[in-house]
């Protein structure tokens, strides 16, 4: 039965994805790690309490994050659809923020059913749980 189930959300996530003029999502908690100089990653933070709105606009090859810092990125490339050793699913953009830096979003569906949208940088990450808006 999870693996319909997960397979059901997949399926729905990829049409909605490859179809949907936008798609809007609300985030419900965050959390981030970064890079020391030494090129050592942190532990992930405490999950903190948010509730920016995150619009991804497939037209336009567009992504915003309305946090407290609006977030801006152009899509340059599609990368598709993967699934990890976990049963979970992720669709992958690579994207130029505001300041022309390349950064990676991965929009990830896990094998409950929870969504999660990442922001990777060379040096610093950080990721949304999310729900539908």
Not at 38 to 51: C, L, R, V
Not at 107 to 129: C, E, H, K, P, T
Request: hydrophobic share 35%.
């Amino acid at each position: 039965m999870k693996k319909l189930l997960t397979l059901s959300v997949a399926i729905f996530c990829t049409i909605v994805m490859c179809y949907a003029e936008v798609i809007k999502l609300q985030a419900t908690s965050f959390a981030f790690k970064s890079q020391n100089d030494y090129g050592y990653w942190s532990d992930w933070s405490d999950w903190e309490e948010s509730s920016c709105l995150i619009v991804i606009n497939a037209d336009n090859d567009r992504i915003n994050i309305y946090s407290k810092v609006p977030q801006e990125y152009d899509i340059y490339d599609y990368e598709g659809e993967s699934s990890d050793n976990k049963g979970g699913t992720q669709f992958t953009f690579k994207c130029i923020d505001e300041d022309g830096l390349r950064c990676i979003i991965r929009f990830r569906v896990q094998s409950d059913g929870g969504r999660q949208l990442y922001v990777d940088y060379a040096d610093m990450m950080w990721v949304y749980n999310v729900v539908n808006k």
